[in-house]
T-cell receptor, first 113, second 113 residues
Framework: DAGVIQSPRHEVTEMGQEVTLRCKPI?????LFWYRQTMMRGLELLIYFNNNVPIDDSGMPEDRFSAKMPNASFSTLKIQPSEPRDSAVYFC???????????FGPGTRLTVT | GENVEQHPSTLSVQEGDSAVIKCTYS??????FPWYKQELGKGPQLIID?????GEKKDQRIAVTLNKTAKHFSLHITETQPEDSAVYFC????????????FGAGTILRVKS
């Protein structure tokens, strides 16, 4: 099993640019989660999907953040426009069912200058 | 909402000794408590979890205990090895709040050889 796949692994961009992070969950998993990790705030849940439907986006910090899951094997997290305070490691995780064990991807380290 | 506190923030032990990390949670409805290990540059890895219907669970050198009355749970690592050095996170979730994981701030464990 390939596990959760995220791309890119590293992204450096300038303030104001659009950033798109990608995630492929473990095959057969029905729930997908996007997290952000920073030194100051730790691991925070941004949004999660169940069967491709967004269930809770209360963790999305601002309207500049959006997430989609067009099918069971792909999700994106978009930041437009990006700001330096968005610099963090963004993780995607998936689970077999809602409330089940979550498995994390390797993360995308985003740096906004 | 749920709040999870984790102690200590750093822990140094000698190889072969035991390590204990403690977490407390605020929401009595929480019923799922996983522990994650995160190595440098990698995503969190699920190492053990416990649900509220049991008080203890073991997996080789790792054990987790849960005290629902006191609302705290602990991770115990016996016979520590240098490869146990990492950041450990506890988390809690409840069906009442959509099974969203709320993470503790993390514990940096250093095993000295």
């Amino acid at each position: 099993d390939a596990g959760v796949i995220q791309s890119p692994r590293h992204e450096v961009t300038e303030m104001g640019q659009e950033v798109t992070l990608r995630c492929k969950p473990i095959s057969g998993h029905n729930s997908l989660f996007w997290y952000r990790q920073t030194m100051m705030r730790g691991l925070e849940l941004l949004i999660y999907f169940n069967n491709n439907v967004p269930i809770d986006d209360s963790g999305m910090p601002e309207d500049r953040f959006s997430a989609k899951m067009p099918n069971a094997s792909f999700s994106t997290l978009k930041i437009q426009p990006s700001e330096p305070r968005d610099s963090a490691v963004y993780f995607c995780a998936s689970s077999l069912a809602e409330g089940g064990e979550q498995y994390f991807g390797p993360g995308t380290r985003l740096t906004v200058t | 909402g749920e709040n999870v506190e984790q102690h200590p923030s750093t822990l140094s032990v000698q190889e072969g000794d035991s390590a204990v990390i403690k977490c407390t949670y605020s929401d009595s409805a929480s019923n799922y408590f996983p522990w994650y290990k995160q190595e440098l540059g990698k995503g969190p890895q699920l190492i053990i979890d416990i649900r509220s219907n049991v008080g203890e669970k073991k997996d080789q050198r790792i054990a987790v205990t849960l005290n629902k009355t006191a609302k705290h749970f602990s991770l115990h690592i016996t016979e520590t090895q240098p490869e146990d050095s990492a950041v450990y996170f506890c988390a809690a979730s409840s069906e009442e709040y959509g099974n969203k994981l709320v993470f503790g701030a993390g514990t940096i464990l250093r095993v000295k050889s």
